[in-house]
């Protein structure tokens, strides 16, 4: 039987819960703790947590956040708790993002309803955190719609396994918000300016090419997930293997579930693309983004463009600016900055105005932003979200923190690894290949990937083949 989530401090009444410090553990009420929104299992040594709000497309809430901080803070002190298991139920999510209809709702409160709704994004954040840096081994199963707050349930695990069903997005910029979860700390650790592409437009990834990008680590077919997972269940580790240890084990186990690459599902974000993605996306303002696709005069070029400019304007300018400063921000303050930014979302019409349009009206209409466009749109607004003078900083409940991923050896070989080994010796794309492909064990996918970049980012000028790395445009 699924186990419910543990009362702590039932008997504390609404004003004292108040009063509660933000370096406290989270509490979940009886109302909450009789909710089954989430579910939690024990398999062996796996445990499992099951989103379980299918008709919502398990869609967070902060009942939700708090029953899974508090059982993942008691399973990291069980030694008899191996693997997390983290997914979602039905066939069609794994989780579509925050409920961000009930936070539109509370925003029309005034800043009673908004405080309230800024409560919500600092009990998300603080188990996101807690995601990231965990000391067990936690796997998502990013199976159908994986988007928004789903994201920060998956994104900063060392395993995050897309399937043919799977629907990434970060959606933000349609609904008047920023990519938040650790968008400021994973997106702009994608290769080139995909991150920065994938923040500004919403643009989403099906399948394999969640897998492709590097948002998951393994591409496994959905048929296949119940019996991986109660496989990950068996696993036994010795009392003193190290985390780094287990990490291994499971990915050499994971990986005897992979089946192979869908043959009808071409890499997305390639060749020419994704080439006019690093030309364009990589500058500091949007008046340079938008003239550099302008310049580009394709008929991707120009969607593009069409897209920027139905997003909300000041959505825009803030992910832009938030993907430059994420890069130099550890995990710990990207989410004690998102924090700041979200609780200055809440006070801005917009979010209200996006949520609305796009997901509470019947029939769903366009936004109507203030301001209305990029252009009206100003600098001193945008840096105005960034304004942490004086603001007291989130208390996340783990004290770790890092700087650039521990575990990013999993997934498929990013694209600075590629350039490092063309620029540290004369190498032909075949032994490239060759040696990536033998690191990674024969892993799908590395072949196509570094594929790709070879050909786009390099050239065999030199004598036996030898290729050298094609600088960047000035």
Known sequence: MPLRAKILNPAVGAGQAR?????????????????????????????????????????????????????????????????IVIKGAGHKAFCAGGDVATLAKQNTEGPHGQAHSTEYFGHEYRLDHIIATYSKPYVAFMDGVTMGGGVGLSVHAPFRIATERTL?????????????????????????EIGTY??????????????YAGIATHYVHSSSLPDLEARLAELVFKDYASLQERLRILNTTIEEYVTGLPYDEPMKLASATRAAIDRCFRYDTMEEILAALQEENTEWAQ?????????????????????????????????????????????HPDFVEGVSARLIRKPADTPQWQPASLEESTMEATNAFFEVEGADRLAL?????????????????????????VRDGDKTRNQILEHLILASNGKIGVQEKVQEILERKTSADGAGGRVSWIPEEN
């Open 19 to 83: 009063m509660v410090t933000q370096a406290t553990m989270p509490i979940v009420t009886i109302e909450e703790e009789k909710q089954d929104d989430v579910l939690f299992n024990t398999l062996y040594g796996a445990r499992t947590i099951e989103l379980n709000r299918p008709a919502k497309l398990n869609s967070l809430n902060s009942s939700m956040a708090r029953k899974i901080t508090l059982r993942l803070k008691e399973w990291e002190k069980s030694q008899l708790a191996n693997v």
């Open 168 to 192: 990434f997005a970060m959606p933000e910029t349609t609904i008047g918000f920023f990519p938040d979860v650790g968008g400021s700390f994973f997106l702009p650790r994608l290769d080139g």
């Open 198 to 211: 994938l923040a500004l437009t919403s643009e989403r990834l099906t399948g394999v090419n969640a897998y």
């Open 303 to 347: 969607k593009t463009i069409e897209t920027l400019h139905q997003r909300s304007p000041t959505s825009v300018r803030v992910a832009l600016r938030q993907m430059r400063l994420g890069r130099q921000w550890s995990i710990a303050e990207a989410f004690q900055r998102e924090y700041h930014i979200a609780a200055k979302f809440m006070e």
């Open 397 to 421: 409940l783990s004290p770790h923190d890092f700087s650039e991923y521990p575990h990013s050896w999993i997934g498929l070989p990013p694209e600075s690894e590629v350039e490092k080994l």
